[in-house]
Structures are given as structure tokens and as C-alpha cells.
């Protein structure tokens, strides 16, 4: 995926925050730590650095939503990284529902606040959730079970 579709794919998916350049995307690409997790209508970006991995961004084209697709890619994204981290964390704004719903299916514990860390449009900010979720090395915990939706 080039830096311009991520930041097409991204601009479609995030409507509340702001859209990430294809430059902001181009940058995070060339550094070493950060691993690109693509499908055709979404992906994943992560930064592993000293036993910890981070899920930078995640997003999945509104028209394909409620198919899975976001559960693959962060069970890519651990996996991945299943001998390589000792935990998986991530931010997440609290009202978003559906990252919320997905993380929390996924092991994910709240483990921090960040209070009005997100802006909005029009509206008041949003906090900012930290979740954690601890993983094992050399054995992969996490199962696909949307195979058909491989990319
Ligand atoms: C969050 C997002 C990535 C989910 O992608 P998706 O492909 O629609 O999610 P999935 O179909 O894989 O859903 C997996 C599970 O997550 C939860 N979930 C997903 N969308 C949900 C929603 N709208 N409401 C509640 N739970 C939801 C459910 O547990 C779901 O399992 P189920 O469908 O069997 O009930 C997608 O909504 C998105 O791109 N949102 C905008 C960007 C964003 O918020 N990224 C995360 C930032 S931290």
C-alpha cells in the first residue's frame, strides 16, 4: 500500500480525528520499528521497540466494516508480535464503541486515562483510553477466525 492510499483508507475511517498526510505515513513507513499490516480494505500500523508493541493506527473502509476485517488485522498485529513483546498496547478515544468492543474481545484491559486527550469537532473532547494486553512469547494466542478474509 502506498503512503497516499493509507492516508485515503485512514481519512475514510477516522471522521472525528484528524486525517494522517501520506507524508506522516510515508515517515512512519521508513522507520524500522513500525510494521505494516495491509488488506485490501483496511490495515494495521505498529512500532515495536524494547518488548513492547504499539498499534499506531487501524483502520478499515466504512463500507466493509462489521466483516471482520478489523479483528484480522489486530490479530496480525499480535501475532506478529507474539515473540517479540512481552505486552500489546494501544490508545483508544472512549467513545469510540466499535475499537473499544474489538480491543476488549481481544484481552484488552483499560490500564490508564488520558482525560480530553482527543479533540472534536463541535463537540466536547474525549478522553483517551490506554489499553494493555499481555503476550506470550513464542506461542501465538490469538486465532483467525476469518480466514476467508486473508490479504
Ligand atoms: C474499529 C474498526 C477498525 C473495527 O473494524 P471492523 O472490521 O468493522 O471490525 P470487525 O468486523 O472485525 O469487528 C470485530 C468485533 O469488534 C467489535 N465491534 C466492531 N464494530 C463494532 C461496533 N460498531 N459496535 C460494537 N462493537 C463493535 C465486535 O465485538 C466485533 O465482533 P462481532 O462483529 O462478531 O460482534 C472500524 O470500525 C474502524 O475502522 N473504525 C474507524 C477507525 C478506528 O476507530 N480505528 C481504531 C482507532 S483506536
Redesign the pocket.
Known amino acids: 500500500m502506498t503512503p497516499q492510499q493509507l492516508a485515503a483508507l485512514?481519512e475514510a475511517?477516522?471522521?472525528t480525528?484528524r486525517p494522517w498526510s501520506a507524508s506522516e505515513f510515508q515517515d512512519l513507513l521508513q522507520n524500522p520499528f513500525v510494521a505494516l499490516f495491509p488488506h485490501p480494505?483496511?490495515f494495521a500500523l505498529s512500532r515495536t521497540v524494547a518488548g513492547e508493541t504499539e498499534?499506531l493506527?487501524?483502520?478499515?473502509?466504512?463500507a466493509?466494516?462489521?466483516?471482520?476485517?478489523?479483528?484480522?488485522?489486530?490479530q496480525n498485529w499480535l501475532n506478529a508480535n507474539a515473540d517479540r513483546a512481552e505486552t500489546a498496547f494501544?490508545?483508544?478515544?472512549s467513545d469510540?464503541?466499535?475499537?473499544?468492543?474489538?480491543?476488549?474481545?481481544l484481552g484488552f484491559g483499560i490500564v490508564a486515562t488520558r482525560a480530553g486527550y482527543y479533540a472534536r469537532k463541535n463537540a466536547a473532547s474525549a478522553d483517551a483510553l490506554v489499553m494493555r494486553c499481555p503476550l506470550t512469547f513464542g506461542q501465538p494466542p490469538f486465532s483467525t477466525p476469518?480466514p476467508q478474509q486473508s490479504g
Open positions: 485512514h475511517a477516522f471522521r480525528e480494505s483496511g498499534l493506527t487501524l483502520a478499515v473502509d466504512p466493509q466494516h462489521r466483516k471482520g476485517i478489523g479483528l484480522l488485522l489486530t494501544l490508545e483508544v478515544a469510540n464503541l466499535a475499537a473499544r468492543g474489538l480491543y476488549e474481545r476469518h
